[in-house]
């Protein structure tokens, strides 16, 4: 292989390898890319500065091209639409702290070794004990939320 089909070689398959990348996005196929052009370039000014000099031009042209292209038309796209989020928020799912459950009894379902299950208002909870081993069975109450962490402790 000649080194201008080399070059040639190692230019196609850093456009391809960066293009792939935005479909199986990691950073491995970019980096792959991205190194497959610098080859191209050294490559290029191997043979003749003049021939590196427009290896090196056609890389930054075709970089450009193809970030202003995926900057400017892949958000619209079909397939950008379903990589982003909806900018207005309404794909955004908050879970809102229940302090209503604070002094609330239940029932152990499970063993409390810290975490575990219960019972509390009719409905299944992931809980947490204050520290201490709650059997299976045990009535519990709630004395904190803070957020998703429910904290119980045993009703004697």
Known sequence: MTPVNAVLVLFAAAIVLMAAEVFLPGGVLGVLGVVSMTGAVALGFSIGPLAGLYVLLASVICSSVILFVWVRYFPRSRLGRDMTLDRSGQDF????????????????????????????????????????????????????????????????
Do not use: C, N, W, Y
């Open 93 to 156: 799912k908050t879970v809102e702290s229940d302090a209503s459950l604070v002094g609330q009894e239940g029932v152990a379902l499970s063993e409390l070794r810290p975490s575990g299950f219960a019972s509390i208002g009719g409905t299944r909870r992931d809980v947490v004990s204050d520290g201490m081993l709650i059997e299976k069975g045990a009535r519990v109450r709630v004395s904190q939320v803070e957020g998703h962490r429910i904290v119980v402790r045993r009703v004697e």
